[in-house]
Nanobody, 123 residues
C-alpha cells in the first residue's frame, strides 16, 4: 500500500523560506515521477512542480523561487520554497505516478496523493 506523508508546512513571513517533505512508503521514489500541487479554498488544485529521473519543471509563478528534489535513499520528495509571497499561501500536496508506470518514460497521471500540509505566508 502506497502512502505519502507531507510535513514541513507552517507560518512564515513574506520573503521567508520553508522546506516541505513528502516521505513515501510502499513506493520507490527513485523510479518514478513525483510532484507538488497546492490548493486554496474555493479554487482548483494547482500544479506547482514535477520531477522525473532526468529533470524537473515548474509553474511560472514559482520559477526561480522553488526547487523540487528527491532524496532517494530516504524515499523522500522535497520542495524548497524561498522568497515566499502572500499568494503562495495554500495547502500543499505531494503526488506520485502509479507504481506500475515504466521508469524513464513520460510521466503518467498522478495516482497517489498525500494528505496535505498548510503553508501560510503573512506580511
Amino acid at each position: 500500500q502506497v502512502q505519502l506523508v507531507e510535513s514541513g508546512g507552517g507560518s512564515v513571513q513574506a520573503g521567508g523560506s520553508l522546506r516541505l517533505s513528502c516521505t513515501a512508503s510502499g513506493y520507490t521514489t527513485s523510479r518514478h515521477c513525483m510532484g507538488w500541487f497546492r490548493q486554496t479554498p474555493g479554487k482548483e488544485r494547482e500544479w506547482v512542480a514535477t520531477i522525473w529521473r532526468d529533470g524537473s519543471i515548474y509553474v511560472d509563478s514559482v520559477k526561480g523561487r522553488f526547487t523540487i528534489s528527491k532524496d532517494n535513499a530516504k524515499n523522500t520528495l522535497y520542495l524548497q520554497m524561498n522568497s515566499l509571497k502572500l499568494e503562495d499561501t495554500a495547502t500543499y500536496y505531494c503526488a506520485a505516478e502509479p507504481s506500475a508506470s515504466v521508469p524513464g518514460s513520460i510521466c503518467s497521471p498522478f495516482a497517489y496523493w498525500g494528505q496535505g500540509t498548510q503553508v501560510t505566508v503573512s506580511s
